[in-house]
Each structure stands twice: as structure tokens, then as C-alpha cells.
């Protein structure tokens, strides 16, 4: 059955909906590298203000019961001042969502941004308009569209997750902030010259046909595959496996794709200990493809499942 399911009340010929906003998240602001002539109360009032702008935003049109909400977090680490109010950062993402039966939360994603430049001013406003995304000034904006961007990302992987194919609304609203990014010279990470591992990349590897196979291979892995590991582990294992020939298929087709390396981002301990118990010509199936598809952890995998 479908997580997610549009509640609508009728009553008196009115229609009410229920929102419940879509995301439990935890945003930490690191400024230890900043320098201490630099007021770092700033730093605490952004971290409040992202973290409000996160969960108290609705991204959808859908309701979500509280148990349903997203968890994730972000670390937003200052690196340095290039302006007045002007900040260099990294940014990192993680969201897990539920397995059914169990406690365990398994990653949706776990990525690092590299690339982030913006402006913050004490207690200004945290806005962002889809329909003018790059906003009244450029770096200003970058903040709130970085975000934005990362927010329906996790909105749509949550979705895949469930249903087949049940993210693509939200990673089309993601490509739109891509495509109405917000442009300086300070700003990188949205447009496709600027390197090949990056937010324009991304989106488009998950909005591109050529890469239909990794969707069935994100449905697999999780509603087909961990969904059922506490209840029938042999045959979880079995979508699990075809998750990963799957994404080897795309591997092999189009080499070097982003969307590969981001799935794999954060998973290996977890694909090991999904192999660990398999039978050993499983174990070596499964071996042969990860040492092909996720060659930095080849190590670990040798190790675990020899």
C-alpha cells in the first residue's frame, strides 16, 4: 500500500485537507572554523532559522501523519568568510525512513555538498518563492534553494521508496530550482560545466529516461527487499540482490554516473550485513557486483563476505 494518501474531507460542499508538514529535521551550523572576531551568535540564529524553515514549511499537498515525517539531518559547516555576511560551507544531508517490522532505520541518503556559498544577515527572513528561486539577490537566495533543492530530494526518494516511480513530482521540483538557480560568481553546484558531481547532475540522472532502471532498483531495494527482510529474509535478500544488477546494468551502460555513486553513498555496512547470512553462491553474486558497482568499499565487502 501506498505510505503517503491524500485525506480529504467533504463536508457542507467545502473541501478540508489535513497538512502535516513533511519533515522531522535537525540542522547543526558549525562555525569552529570561522574566526572568533566574529560574533558566532549569527551562526546559532541561522541554525534556528533553517531548522524552522525545514519542518515548518509544506512541501506537498499530501498528508502525513506525525509517525510518517521524514528524519533527517543537516550540517551546514562554515569554512570561511569571503564577504561581508558572505560565508564558503559544506553542506551534509542524511535521511533514513523506517524498515517495516523492525526499529531499523535504513539511509535514504548521506551525502556531502561541497559547493555552497551564501549571504545571511542576523534574523533576516528565510524565503523561498518556486516561482522566483533565484530571488531579490543571488546569495541571499542560494541559502533557501539549497535547502529547497535537498528538501524534495529526500521528499522524493521517500516516495520512491514506497511506491514505483512515487518521487518523480518532487524530483521535478527539484530540476525546476536547478533550472531557476540563483547565479554569481561565488555560486557553483547548479549548472553542468561546473564539475560532474554535483546538484545539476543529481536531478538530472533521476529526471533522465536513460536512468529509468535505477528507480525499479530504489523500489526493489526497499519495498521489496528491506520492507520484508524481518519476515521472509531469503526472498528480501533475493530483491536486494536484483537492486543491485539493477544499478550495475546502468553502471555498465552509462559509466561513471553520479546517481550510482550517491546510491552507495553511506550503504556498506548495511550490504554487508544484508549478504553476510546468504548462501554462499549468493554471497558471491552479490560480491562480484558490488566490487563492480561500488568499488570504494571493495575492501569491506571482500572482508565480510568472504
Not at 498528508?63 to 569571503?82: D, H, M, N
Not at 526499529?103 to 556531502?112: D, V
Amino acid at each position: 500500500m501506498i505510505k503517503r494518501i491524500l485525506a480529504m474531507v467533504f463536508f457542507c460542499g467545502l473541501v478540508a485537507v489535513a497538512f502535516t508538514q513533511e519533515l522531522e529535521s535537525r540542522v547543526t551550523v558549525n562555525s569552529s572554523r570561522v574566526s572568533s572576531q566574529i560574533d558566532k551568535k549569527v551562526f546559532q540564529t541561522l541554525q534556528t532559522g533553517l531548522q524552522t524553515f525545514l519542518n515548518n514549511r509544506k512541501w506537498t499537498t499530501e498528508t502525513y501523519q506525525p509517525s510518517e515525517r521524514i528524519v533527517c539531518s543537516f550540517l551546514l559547516s562554515i569554512e570561511k568568510v569571503i564577504g561581508t555576511n558572505v560565508f564558503q560551507a559544506s553542506l551534509s544531508v542524511q535521511a533514513a525512513r523506517p524498515v517495516y517490522s523492525s526499529s531499523y532505520q535504513t539511509a535514504l541518503i548521506n551525502h556531502q555538498d561541497e559547493a555552497v556559498a551564501f549571504k545571511y544577515v542576523e534574523f533576516q527572513p528565510l524565503e523561498f518563492n518556486e516561482n522566483r528561486v533565484q530571488g531579490t539577490d543571488p546569495l541571499v537566495a542560494n541559502l533557501t534553494a539549497l535547502f529547497a533543492y535537498y528538501a524534495y530530494i529526500i521528499i522524493a526518494l521517500d516516495h520512491n521508496s514506497f511506491a514505483l516511480r512515487g518521487g518523480d513530482p518532487y524530483f521535478q521540483k527539484a530540476q525546476n530550482i536547478v533550472n531557476n538557480a540563483p547565479e554569481n560568481r561565488d555560486i557553483i553546484g547548479w549548472r553542468a560545466f561546473d564539475n560532474q558531481r554535483n546538484r545539476y547532475w543529481l536531478v538530472e540522472n533521476f529526471t533522465n529516461n536513460r536512468y529509468n532502471l535505477i528507480h525499479d532498483a530504489i523500489y526493489s531495494y526497499y519495498r521489496l527487499g528491506m520492507d520484508h527482510m524481518y519476515e521472509n529474509e531469503s526472498e528480501a535478500r533475493t530483491a536486494v540482490l536484483n537492486s543491485l544488477q539493477l544499478i550495475n546494468t546502468v553502471n555498465t551502460e552509462i559509466p561513471n554516473s553520479m546517481v550510482v555513486q550517491f546510491f552507495f553513498q553511506g550503504r556498506a555496512n548495511e550490504l554487508s550485513k544484508v549478504f553476510k547470512k546468504a548462501a554462499p553462491d549468493e554471497k558471491n553474486r552479490a560480491l562480484e557486483v558490488l566490487n563492480k558497482v561500488d568499488v570504494t568499499n571493495s575492501s569491506l565487502y571482500k572482508q565480510e563476505l568472504r
